[in-house]
């Protein structure tokens, strides 16, 4: 009988547009990781933890893909501290749910719950808050890194800072991350106190998210891409802190989308009508209302595999961010350029950003970050060569955990720090153990100290 852990899959990004032949392992100890690792017979590795990367950095075409859905244990919390001690694949979700009724919130979270910490970790992932509390690896102590050589090495600011500095946004490329220690923030309840306000245009959207907002330290636009002319990046704003008065825990029904739909309706019309109500729904004068963190955090969450509302061709995600100085033109000129195309669909993002990533692919940078969904469709390469050519002259950069399009030239102007990731790739993977479509995509191990 066999006893590889080894079989073939088929795993896709959230996009549903890029898509590898794998072979898989879905280890449940730290043993049967390494282990496994071992086996992997000088074939190419991955980490893969939920799938919540939209196009190919989790994916790993002919190689090996380590799941990691079942380390997913709480090690340790310190209640005093509020530190906690965890294996890669705990999910957002299991946080929500064990320590938010004890007090404790995660001060940095994507807009999904069913991404894990390792994933976080590896695209050094920014939530509504990131001018305020920066980014996921803001709040890390450390990290444990299994590396190419089979040795788990623990890293830092302080320790082994070139492999925590290449970990961190790091793409899954420098090993395994094992175990990490995250600080968590202390919250008077299970709410935020939510205030919403409809907006005419971009320029009061922009004004809203960049005026200082200390008390709000949450803040985020949602835009109506199909608006053009007068009301072109008209929104609406949602500023957010924690509320201090407790909600009613409701049970989490979430709803599954059970087929793709069909192509009609994301057809413009459709959009532009959805796009209408959902603007006019918040009041001329604004509201303000308690919620759940999170309905507050993930509200896309309510509907389980969305993505297959684009059909089978799946979509792209597009999200860049462009320096505070050139944002407003720049994110003007990105509206425009989705609006001429007509392929913008219901989701439309844009967000304050306050300061730069500590990893050396991290994406963040002090300005404005714009995300759109588009769906896959004929015309959708012009399009998005033309959006990476945009934020190119913009001085910004396109964000790796959503791309599935980006030139090799494109992503070495955006990354000025990829110089030290390579470096840092030659000395704790020089034979390119840890690989992914991404990678041999952009070349990113190529050129340079790789
Ligand atoms: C609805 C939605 C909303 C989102 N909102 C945001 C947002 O607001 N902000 C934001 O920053 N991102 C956002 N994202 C993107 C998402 O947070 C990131 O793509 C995240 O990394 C996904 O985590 P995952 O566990 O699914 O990782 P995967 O997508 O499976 O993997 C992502 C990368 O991490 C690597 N990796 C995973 N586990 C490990 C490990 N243990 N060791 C080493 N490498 C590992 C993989 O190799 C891959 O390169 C959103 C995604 C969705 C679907």
Redesign the pocket.
Known sequence: MSTSPWRDVSLT??GRTARADSKAARPERQSALRAALESSNGKPV?????????GD??L?SGGYA?L?ER?DRLISFDSATGELVAE??V?FETLMRVLLPRGWLVPV????A???????????????NQEAAG??SDHLQWIE?LTAKGEVVRASAQENADLFAA?VG?????????ALSLRLQRVPGNAAMVKLRRLPDLDAVVEGLTTPHPDTPYSVAWIDALAGGRNLGRGVLELAAPAEEPLPEQAVKARGLPVDLPGFVLSGPTVRAFNEMYWRRVPAGGTERPTHWRSFL?P??AIHQ??RMYGKAGFH?F?CVVPQDEAPAAVRGLLETLGKAGRASFLA?L?AMGREGRGDLS?SMPGLTL?VDIPNRPGVDELLTRLERQTLDAGGRV????DSHLSPDGFRAMYPRLAGFQAALKKWDPDGKFM?D?ARRLKIREGGAA
């Open positions: 990004g959230w991955l980490a893969f933890g939920a799938g919540r990367s939209y950095a989790a790993n380590l990691t380390l890669p694949g999910t979270t994507p807009g999904t069913f991404a894990t910490l390792g994933g976080a970790v590896a695209n050094d992932v920014h939530g509504k980014n996921f890194v970990t790091g793409i899954g490329l420098t090993g395994i991350i094992t993930y896309l969450d969305w993505n995600q999200q993002v967000k994406f995300a964000y790796l955990a959503k992914s991404m």
